[in-house]
């Protein structure tokens, strides 16, 4: 079936740190993948995505880019902020299948 | 101008209670959704609708019953409420899901505590 694992949380991290956070999958196919992201007592909001092999999504100083050869995507910044404490959200979506399929999600907090 | 709007934000009620959910777009999309996120924040696909449609039951008790009126709206009942339907309840919506690349949007969710 199709699955996605995230790296265990919490991650915690100093300012200007830089952020990893793992995700791989599994599907059949071709999946497309996003990252959402949830604020504290908030719905998710879309963070960035990617429809196929080797496309870079980029947002907010976000990138991850889809790797077919590893079943990975992982989520990078260069030099997070404390705005940036949230629950991070693997997903993906498969043609036809009408359904996002997340992993497990993964708190960062980020201290100044 | 809320996208994806749903009511009540918070529900408490007792076991064996029925209590609804409501969700509206104003996006123009054609599909929606509802999401169940546990304790633990997992996120897991309970139905989705497309143009009134069902399209996804994926394996939730019947005393969920989703209803959509129009493409606009997707509403929750739940019969006979059970503690571990506490939960926060997402809906969301997309233009068109089954290309699998259409962005999902989701509205802030209802936080459903049984007693």
């Known amino acids: 079936g199709n699955s996605v694992t995230q790296m265990e949380g919490p991650v915690t991290l100093s300012e200007e740190a830089f952020l990893t956070i793992n995700c791989t999958y599994t599907?059949?196919?071709?999946?497309?993948l996003f990252w959402y992201v949830q604020y504290p007592g908030e719905g998710l909001q879309l963070l960035l995505k990617?429809?196929?092999?080797?496309d870079k999504g980029s947002n907010k100083g976000f990138e991850a880019t889809y790797r077919k050869e590893t079943t990975s995507f992982h989520l990078e910044k260069g030099s997070v902020q404390v705005s940036d404490s949230a629950v991070y959200f693997c997903a993906l979506s498969r043609q036809g299948a009408q359904k996002l399929v997340f992993g497990q999600g993964t708190r960062l907090t980020i201290n100044p | 101008d809320t996208a994806v709007s749903q009511t009540p934000k918070y529900l408490v009620t007792q076991m064996g209670n029925d209590k609804s959910i409501k969700c509206e777009q104003n996006?123009?999309?054609?599909?929606m959704y509802w999401y169940k996120q546990d304790s633990k924040k997992f996120l897991k696909i309970m139905f989705s609708y497309n143009n009134k449609e069902l399209i996804i039951n994926e394996t939730v008790p019947n005393r969920f019953s989703p209803k959509s009126p129009d493409k606009a709206h997707l509403n929750l009942h739940i019969n006979s409420l059970e503690l571990g339907d506490s939960a926060v309840y997402f809906c969301a919506s997309s233009q068109d899901s089954r290309g699998g690349t259409d962005t999902q949007y989701f509205g802030p969710g209802t936080r459903l505590t049984v007693l």
């Open positions: 996006l123009g999309h054609d599909t």
């Open positions: 990617a429809t196929k092999a080797d």
């Open positions: 599907a059949t196919g071709y999946p497309s």
